[in-house]
């Protein structure tokens, strides 16, 4: 019985070394996992900063890869093992050319630890050189510098939302809060953030609710940007957004019933000809618009973009067989050449046609 027992302690303290040493684990210490450099300029060149890791484990810890989210940021690592209760250091290096405004970049460190992997982030704030912040940012507007400030959303079908964005940065001394002008029911601005420091961006973007846009077609609206500076009594900076919108009627819906049903718009020509314009004198035309259809033929718009021409419908709405007079005025005055060669835009509720574009032509003498 002797024997017996002794096998059995035998056994029982192998399998209890060998319990021991597969609980035996590196464990991944770190000093700090985000580091801030702060504010500093382009021109300082590339900064570096060194995350210490302590292995605080009873098992030796290796480094298998460390990768990172970006090309501007470089990460160096130890090769060798580090053994329990070492440290050692992973360096990382952002490279901040061509690169103003904030930063935050993320770099992954995987190791035979549980967890396999830390991320360590890096953040700051670049002041950029002259070159790179007309390069980013290429419209100015004092010391606020932006991307664009002309937004063009294109067509829009009425009923639906539209937001278009664009960005600025802070390249003065003062932080500058961000307010708006605006004397649109249609459009809603937003500035993320409102507070801008030196070197700072912001993202502005511009809400568009077609179902409360004034005309049909082109909506061509501004909102004036103020940037009033934080901490001098400067004045503020303003800046005009424009945003072009086309609003147009949904008739994707229809059935062919009510396509068969509805209204058809046709214009007595396509070319109105202006052959004697003079300077002083105000030219006048009409053409006549007529509903084919078999429902009412709603006038939405009748408009031009050129500032010579302006024009007056005499009906918005006509039931079928019935006729509507546009008179068109030209001002030679505001013909930008001795050429005038534009045109008309009429929006109807007609589906098969509901945009009809006339050419206005004529030579002033």
């Excluded at 995987?110 to 419209?139: H, Q």
């Excluded at 068109?328 to 509901?354: E, F, H, M, R, Y």
């Amino acid at each position: 019985m002797t024997r017996v027992w002794r096998h059995i302690a035998t056994i029982m303290l192998g399998a209890m070394a060998l319990t021991s040493s597969m609980m035996a684990q590196p464990v991944a210490s770190w000093n700090e996992t985000l580091h801030d450099f702060g504010t500093f300029h382009e021109s300082a060149g590339k900064q570096t900063c060194q995350f210490v890791v302590t292995n605080s484990g009873d098992s030796t810890m290796v480094i298998t890869q460390v990768k990172s989210t970006c090309g501007c940021t470089v990460a160096s690592h130890p090769t060798e093992p580090i053994a329990p209760g070492a440290s050692d250091c992973i360096d990382i290096t952002f490279t901040p050319t061509g690169r103003p405004g904030p930063f935050e970049k993320d770099v992954w460190v995987y190791t035979n630890t549980t967890p396999n992997r830390t991320r360590l982030t890096i953040k700051g704030i670049v002041v950029g050189s002259p070159e790179s912040v007309s390069r980013f940012f290429p419209v100015g507007a004092g010391d606020l510098e932006f991307t664009n400030l002309v937004m063009a959303a294109g067509e829009v079908k009425k009923g639906l939302l539209r937001n278009n964005s664009i960005t600025a940065y802070n390249s003065g001394t003062d932080t500058l809060v961000i307010t708006f002008d605006n004397n649109t029911s249609h459009i809603t601005p937003h500035a993320v953030p409102d507070t801008v420091p030196p070197g700072g961006i912001s993202t502005m973007t511009f809400f568009f609710d077609t179902m409360r846009t004034p005309v049909w077609g082109i909506n061509d609206d501004h909102i004036i940007i103020i940037a009033t500076p934080l901490h001098s009594d400067k004045v503020p900076i303003y800046a005009y957004a424009n945003i072009v919108v086309n609003v147009v009627e949904d008739f994707s819906q229809l059935t062919d019933e009510e396509r068969a049903k509805a209204p058809t718009c046709e214009v007595t020509t396509d070319k109105l000809l202006f052959d004697n314009l003079h300077r002083c004198e105000i030219a006048e035309a009409t053409l006549s618009l007529k509903n084919t259809g078999n429902s009412n033929l709603i006038v939405r718009r009748v408009m031009s973009t050129d500032k010579a021409i302006t024009t007056k419908c005499d009906k918005t709405l006509l039931k079928p067989g019935k006729e509507a007079i546009v008179n068109i005025k030209v001002n030679p005055n505001k013909v930008g050449s001795n050429i005038l060669n534009s045109q008309l835009t009429i929006i109807t509720n007609d589906p098969a046609n509901p945009r009809i574009e006339v050419r206005v032509v004529g030579e002033v003498k």
